[in-house]
């Protein structure tokens, strides 16, 4: 004591405090000595407004920890690029690395057909391709040699009947075993159509296995003009540099227009039907691989630039005979991210390694995963997914159980098993087409000869039938000012302390440096009791 | 996610061509007579004849007198006699008038039983829309009178209906389908209604993760008269909304695929007090008939069917029975049609106050469709299709199936994106109490503790103040008239006086207005005090006071 001046006792402190705090109400406690009521009036209003005070912020940081978020809708009208449109004509080719195995299983598909439903249901199933198929040559890439394919029998299609319920129940599937034969499990269907589906796309996959993995299809003569008959954009005729070819396994040879998105010609300039992108398309159906896909017509998929179609999620189908007209109409969602909600702006952060060389979205994040969870499970890759380095695509001359592998993998991830949906987040920066469609019969009754005449002379369409193998698509921009849809936090860590501040003063009339001052308050209690220990020792050990 | 989706699949009419082979000839003389050409080749005389002679006993029992009542009317109208008839009262409720010309409209006049000169000619622009509203009519009538359970047997099943299911990449079938009884559009299936506690979910979008069904309709088994349309109808709710399928259903066509994008909005409004909304329905006086969550769609016809209930004594039949009720028809009710059309018109002109009492839900879903068709099966793959389907099929059915008799559905989510819309309250109680903080804070630099200290001063100080005055003077009226009892005043009075002086009094002291409105001061501090008044006077009188003696002493020198 001398240099630095204290308390001589608790009650002295606690006065002190009491009267030189800038808490509001303290002197009132300690002026108001002389009575008692009063004192335990004002000790429980300060204890009350205290506990409001704390009450409240427990309100407002739950609140805060809840990181909620608002949207704001906002309009916008700047000029924009045409989205990228992605037609496929539903006709995969036949390679003729393969063709013979597929013409192998056809007749395989025939026989089941004809063991399960009787001879006279599959008389003449197949009359069409025995006629004539349309074969895809690749002797460019003449350094492949003919693999030792063979096709499986071990995975015939059976008819299972079981007695449920009274009632004779009988499904069809197939059975599929792992690499030891065991653990066996049939994959049945109630209905042989979706049987013999799937059954067929289980051999095709295997049998397409044996093609390169790149095939150089540009490099053919496989031309746009074989299937778009006519394109304009914008009035002007579309030029031939502004597609990209690709082909589908299930959905055929595709063509993407404006895949890129920089070419200033696909500017979208006005809305309306006239300034849209109009197409007219051949939708032949002769070479079909009839146990592929039931249904005829061209699948037309409206998408962002740089992304992937998935046409098999969000194909829109196009009738023949029909002229359908697309309005499109744009949303984009931008998200906040952090502690806000998941998402990703690039996917760099994500830990699945992306398989399609195209922007991130979460279809493609969810495919890739699981296309790197079967590699490693079952050791080659499903065939509709690309393949990461060094795997391969499964077959099962290779790998007989990778079917039975697969199956179980699949359900897996239907279930939600497999953490693909945790590990895979939504882009944080989302465009979204809303698509209106209108039909009308194309070309009318009237207008028919002519339009066939027209297209005959120009584009070598050789068809004279009344057949509808032709259809129109108009895909036009509905309006061209975008909604957007932006989240932003609803509290802020500025909102946050200045509404802290505020309860703070309607509470007790005080700052920061009133809580400053409590904590003084605090540390001089405890210094103070020091104090007053090291004095009863030392006086404990004079007395002595 | 926990994505459900349910569907409600088709409803189709049921084969009871006994029950209405009667009403479906009448009909057609109706339009013989009207528009002059007999269908005599047309499918439904032919199966109405076959029927007439199996069924011929059940009508004997139950006679359709109003039908036969029209055909003798029509009759009339034919002859020629119209403007008399028009003139004349219908004692019967329902016939189809031919009031003009030629053929150019045509409608149907409803009378009141009891009081027969009051009737209402409803007539229609399109002789089309007039009959199919009087067949219809006709149509609740007969099968108010027949018994669910007979209702629900002679419609067709969900095996007859479903010919594949697939949902989310595995195989489904008639089990995964509930059936509920539509009173119009006879069974309707609804696919994962979790009904059996179950609801299946969806794991990605996409239309291979929905549910594809190909559905097998008959086109010959269609009531010409109710539907004039082929298909199927379909509607996307949740599990516990009711599907009102004759109003909100998208219709899919035969011969073709049609799949159906998704995209799902779930809203959510604040009710009370910041907008007039109800959460269950619980607190709108009419009672909800169908057995679902409340809709401002069920809260409308329930109450439509309360009233009904009410003012004519009979439930219309397309709607839910209250309790007690029962379904209107001629026997029981010959008045029914005239009222039900009199207290339509009311409901619709909004005098019945139902728009009124319902109110709209505060949390609604929603499923925005995207439609897109193609052409199925394709020619290449129809004839194995249509082999396999029709030997699948081939256990029931006899003939081979043909492509306008299918229709293939995919129903899917084009993204599992959720939109959910909800209302915040812009104001909560933590914001007005900052905000309020913040400005008492701002401008007075005041706190609760500073309104509550001037409420302790301005109130209950000075209270107890005029309290204690007015206790003391009770007190010392009190003492007076005591002390004139008995005889001892002059005693009482002086300790009364100096009360305030009373050591036994000191502790009941309150503070006086002047002590509370200045803080007291702590006594242990003794602070500097001012001086007591030093005035000059004082000292001049003293001055005076003692120079009085010397001037005195100088006199007395």
């Known amino acids: ?544 | 996610p926990g994505v459900t989706m349910s569907h409600c699949l088709p409803c189709r009419y049921s084969a009871m061509k006994e029950y209405l082979s009667e009403l479906d000839k009448e009909t057609k003389k109706a339009l013989e007579t009207f528009y002059g050409f007999s269908d005599g080749k047309s499918k439904v005389r032919r199966s109405v004849d076959k029927w007439n002679s199996t069924g011929g006993d059940f009508f004997q029992q139950i006679p359709l007198l109003k039908v036969e009542d029209f055909s003798r009317t029509a009759t009339d109208l034919h002859s020629g006699q119209k403007r008399k008839i028009e003139g004349s009262v219908f004692h019967k409720d329902s016939s189809i008038v031919n009031s003009g010309d030629s053929n150019d409209i045509i409608g149907f006049q409803l009378c009141d039983a009891n009081n027969s000169s009051e009737c209402a000619l409803y007539t229609f622009s399109s002789g089309v829309n007039a009959i199919q509203e009087w067949y219809k009519l006709h149509y609740m009538n007969i099968m108010a009178q027949i018994p669910l359970e007979t209702k629900e047997k002679l419609s067709y099943s969900a095996d007859d209906l479903l010919l594949t299911c697939f949902f989310d990449g595995l195989s489904c079938d008639k089990r995964h389908f509930t059936r509920f009884h539509h009173p119009l559009h006879g069974n309707c299936y609804t696919f994962n209604s979790g009904e059996n506690g179950t609801i299946l979910s969806t794991s990605t979008g996409g239309s291979e993760y929905g549910l594809q069904v190909v559905l097998y309709i008959d086109e010959a088994d269609y009531n010409p008269f109710l539907v004039t349309s082929t298909g199927a109808k379909i509607i996307v709710h949740d599990q516990n909304e009711y599907p009102f399928i004759e109003d909100i259903g998208t219709e899919i066509e035969t011969a073709a695929a049609t799949s159906i994008g998704m995209h799902f909005t779930r809203s959510r409004k604040l009710s009370k007090p910041y907008s007039d909304c109800t959460e269950t329905g619980a607190d709108i006086p009419v009672e909800n008939l169908y057995n679902k969550s409340y809709s401002l769609q069920i809260c409308l016809h329930s109450c439509f069917q309360k009233a009904m209930v009410d003012s004519c004594g009979c439930a219309q039949y397309a709607q839910p029975l209250p309790a007690g009720a029962e379904y209107c028809n001629y026997k029981k009710n010959p008045n029914w049609m005239y009222c039900y059309y009199r207290l339509h018109e009311k409901f619709v002109k909004e005098q019945l106050g139902c728009q009124q009492i319902c109110k709209d839900a505060c949390s609604f879903k929603e499923w925005a469709l995207t439609t897109s068709i193609a052409q199925w099966p394709s020619t290449v793959s129809e004839d194995w299709m249509l082999r396999v389907l029709s030997w699948d099929k081939g256990q029931k059915l006899n003939k081979k199936l043909n492509k306008t008799d299918l229709a293939n559905l995919m129903v899917f989510y084009k993204d599992l994106n959720e939109r959910f819309i909800s209302e915040n309250p812009a104001n909560t109680l933590v914001i007005l109490l900052s905000n309020f903080g913040g400005q008492l804070g701002l401008w007075m630099s005041c706190s609760v503790v500073c309104v509550i200290e001037i409420v302790e001063v301005f109130f209950i100080d000075s209270l107890s103040i005029v309290m204690r005055r007015q206790w003391q003077k009770a007190k010392k009226w009190w003492n007076d008239r005591k002390g004139a009892g008995s005889g001892k005043p002059p005693q009482a009075s002086p300790v009364e006086r100096q009360g305030h002086d009373n050591p036994i009094c000191i502790d009941e002291d309150l503070p006086t207005f002047n002590t509370a409105l200045r803080l007291p001061l702590p006594q242990d501090s003794p602070l500097p005090r001012t001086p007591p008044p030093n005035y000059s006077t004082l000292r001049l009188e003293t001055a005076f006071t003692e120079q009085l003696p010397d001037t005195l002493e100088l006199s007395q020198h």
């Open chain 1, 1 to 544: 004591e001398g240099l630095i001046e204290f308390y001589d006792s608790f009650k002295d402190m606690f006065e002190f405090f009491c009267k030189n705090t800038t808490i509001h109400g303290t002197i009132r406690l300690v002026c108001s000595d002389s009575n008692r009521m009063k004192t335990a009036f004002w000790t429980l209003l300060l204890l009350s407004s205290f506990g409001m005070l704390y009450w409240q912020f427990a309100l407002m940081f739950s609140q805060y920890w809840a990181y909620p978020v608002v949207l704001t809708m906002s309009m916008h009208s700047e000029p924009k690029m045409f989205p990228a449109i992605t037609i496929c004509n539903l006709d995969p080719y036949r390679f003729e690395l393969v063709s013979e195995h597929l013409v192998q299983l056809d007749r395989m598909a025939e026989e089941s057909i004809t063991f399960l439903y009787g001879i006279n249901t599959s008389a003449r199933l197949f009359h069409l391709n025995d006629r004539n198929i349309h074969v895809k040559d690749l002797s460019n890439i003449g350094n492949l040699s003919r693999s030792s394919f063979k096709l499986s029998q071990n995975f015939s299609l059976l008819r299972t009947t079981d007695l449920r319920s009274g009632k004779k129940h009988s499904s069809v599937g197939f059975r599929l075993c792992n690499a030891t034969g065991g653990n066996c499990f049939y994959k049945t269907y109630s209905s042989g159509m979706d049987a013999i589906l799937e059954w067929y796309r289980f051999h095709y996959m295997n049998i397409m296995s044996q093609l390169p993995v790149i095939i150089n299809i540009s490099d053919h003569e496989e031309q746009i003009e074989d299937m778009v008959y006519s394109c304009q954009y914008d009035g002007e005729p579309c030029r031939p540099s502004d597609y990209v070819h690709f082909h589908h396994p299930v959905f055929g040879s595709c063509y993407t227009f404006n895949s890129k998105g920089t070419d200033p010609f696909w500017t979208a300039t006005k809305p309306g039907i006239p300034y849209g992108l109009s197409l007219i398309l051949r939708a032949e159906q002769k070479d079909h691989i009839p146990l592929l896909s039931t249904v005829a017509g061209v699948k037309v998929m409206i998408h962002n630039h740089n992304q992937t179609p998935f046409l098999e999620h969000e194909g829109f189908d196009i009738r023949p005979g029909i002229a359908t007209t697309i309005g499109i109409q744009q949303d984009e969602v931008n998200r906040l991210g952090g502690n806000y909600g998941k998402c990703t702006t690039n996917g760099d952060d994500v830990n699945v390694k992306l398989l399609y060389n195209n922007s991130y979205t979460l279809q493609a994040c969810l495919h890739s995963c699981f296309q790197h969870i079967m590699v490693q499970k079952c050791g080659c890759g499903y065939y509709y997914y690309p393949l990461p380095p060094g795997a391969q695509y499964c077959d099962y001359n290779k790998q007989p159980a990778w079917g039975h592998c697969f199956y179980q993998l699949y359900s897996r991830l239907r279930n939600h098993h497999l953490n693909c949906f945790d590990q895979c987040p939504k882009p944080c920066r989302e465009s979204l087409y809303k698509v209106s469609a209108g039909t009308a019969k194309w070309p009318s009754a009237k207008s028919q000869d002519w339009v066939r005449q027209a297209l005959r002379h120009q584009n070598g369409y050789n068809s004279t039938s009344n057949r509808k193998d032709i259809a129109k698509v108009t895909i036009f921009y509905q309006q061209l000012n975008y909604q957007s849809v932006n989240e932003s936090p609803l509290l802020t860590e500025n909102l946050l302390l200045s509404s802290m501040g505020s309860q703070w003063s309607l509470w007790f009339g005080s700052s920061v440096l009133s809580v400053v001052e409590m904590f003084e308050l605090l540390i001089d209690t405890l210094v103070l009791s020091l104090l007053f220990c090291y004095q009863r020792l030392r006086s404990k050990k004079t007395l002595r």
